[in-house]
């Protein structure tokens, strides 16, 4: 059975193993920097900010995630989406957005906003399903990147 829960302490390695892995599934893994220093910081970037990070079991196994930062009073946005290359296609990732969603709502957030890699053409899908519109490109490092945008009701 899959659940969701709210990210604990005691997930840091698995999150950051799953982080990792996933990333380089797609090809999309720069290594350790900068640009990940939130997922090693899980409480002050999201939990401590106005924001949240999720958790997907399947019987007890970790296999997906997904969080929301603030950005600006009105902004959030969704980081971090990962589910195991084993568990792909089964709609964890569809759970995980879902209740992303719903608590940017509950949270006083107006707009969400995401990037992913050009490469990611299940993430693409999956955002633009969930109403996201793309906004524009951008480069960061080896990677190309997708920028969506979604105004939430």
């Given at each position: 059975m899959f659940t969701l829960r709210r990210y604990t302490p005691a997930d840091?390695?698995?999150v950051e193993h799953l982080h990792v892995h996933a990333m380089q599934q797609t090809g999309a893994y720069l290594g350790r920097g900068p640009w990940d220093d939130d997922v090693y910081a899980i409480e002050e970037s999201y939990l401590n900010n106005q924001g949240e990070f999720l958790i997907g079991?399947?019987?007890s196994v970790f296999v997906a995630m997904g969080a929301l930062r603030r950005t600006t009073p009105e902004r959030a946005e969704i980081k971090r989406m990962?589910?195991?290359p084993d568990y792909q296609g089964r709609g964890f990732g569809?759970?995980?957005?879902?209740?992303l969603e719903s608590r940017a709502r509950e949270l006083g957030y107006k707009t969400l906003h995401l990037d992913t890699g050009v490469v990611?053409?299940?993430a693409?899908?999956?955002?633009?399903?969930n109403g996201y519109?793309?906004?524009?490109?951008?480069?960061?490092?080896?990677?190309d990147v997708i920028l969506y945008e979604k105004q939430l009701e």
């Open positions: 840091r390695e698995a079991e399947l019987d990962r589910v195991l569809q759970i995980i957005l879902t209740e990611q053409v299940p693409q899908k999956l955002y633009e399903k519109r793309r906004v524009s490109t951008d480069h960061f490092g080896a990677v």
